[in-house]
């Protein structure tokens, strides 16, 4: 399989936002959040991956 890779957008603060980037590989799934989206802190992260917290700043494997 060749390496997919989408952009995940978010309405939740109101305006359209974009949350991140999603790479997916034969062995492995990486998620990384945009310095914008960080910026805006009222805004909950992707559900799946839980708290903002914990992932705001480096890419999740």
Do not use: C
Not at 14 to 33: N, Q, W
Request: no cysteine.
């Amino acid at each position: 399989m060749s390496d997919r890779q989408a952009v995940i957008w978010t309405r939740a603060g109101g305006d359209p936002i974009k949350m991140g980037d999603l790479v997916i590989t034969d062995t492995e799934s990486r998620f990384t959040y945009t310095p914008g989206f960080l910026e805006h802190t009222r805004l909950s992260g992707l559900s799946l991956l839980a708290t903002l917290a914990l992932f705001a700043n480096q890419t999740i494997t």
